[in-house]
T-cell receptor
């Protein structure tokens, strides 16, 4: 397996634009996580899916953020409209929520909103 | 869901020395995991210790778990410059399945 695949790797956009980040989890994994990392706030859990269902979205900052998981092999995180304070590295991770629960991370998407 | 608190926030040592990082958490767990993050990269799983285990080894890594004190430690022996990274713990409670990370320990190993 190629691991967790995120796209794009880098995104530069203007304030007010819509941004969509994509994630392909490892085949067979049933849990998917979206994280945001900044120097100030560290690594924040935004939302957690289990079997394609959002279980915990308490970390989603505000209504401008939305996440979907239409099937077991794809998830998106959308920001609309984007703001400069959304600039961060966004990570997607997946795991099998059994005995192991080891999470595998993608390489991240570095988002810059100007 | 719960978050681990790593201590110290930063640690600087010479190559060849041992590095010890600590993690505290608040509620009962199924297991506790340690991850490493190299600058600008995604986290990489290092080792998992279950709640019924007290110590676990993997190569130069040694992890201990004290459930009575709700704490864990990660020891890296004979450190190398390549061990320079941030280290995070993630206590896993199992009830919700999510993984929450603290601010991590930033380890710098000087050659």
């Amino acid at each position: 397996d190629a691991g967790v695949i995120q796209s794009p790797r880098h995104e530069v956009t203007e304030m007010g634009q819509e941004v969509t980040l994509r994630c392909k989890p490892i085949s067979g994994h049933n849990s998917l996580f979206w994280y945001r990392q900044t120097m100030m706030r560290g690594l924040e859990l935004l939302i957690y899916f289990n079997n394609n269902v959002p279980i915990d979205d308490s970390g989603m900052p505000e209504d401008r953020f939305s996440a979907k998981m239409p099937n077991a092999s794809f998830s998106t995180l959308k920001i609309q409209p984007s703001e400069p304070r959304d600039s961060a590295v966004y990570f997607c991770a997946s795991s099998w929520t059994g005995q192991s629960t080891e999470a595998f991370f993608g390489q991240g998407t570095r988002l810059t909103v100007v | 869901s719960q978050q681990g608190e790593e201590d110290p926030q930063a640690l600087s040592i010479q190559e060849g020395e041992n590095a010890t990082m600590n993690c505290s958490y608040k509620t009962s767990i199924n297991n506790l995991q340690w991850y490493r993050q190299n600058s600008g990269r995604g986290l990489v799983h290092l080792i998992l210790i279950r709640s019924n285990e007290r110590e676990k080894h993997s190569g130069r890594l040694r992890v201990t778990l004290d459930t009575s004190k709700k704490s864990s430690s990660l020891l890296i022996t004979a450190s190398r410059a390549a061990d320079t990274a941030s280290y995070f713990c993630a206590p896993y409670g199992g009830s919700q399945g999510n993984l929450i990370f603290g601010k991590g320990t930033k380890l710098s190993v000087k050659p």
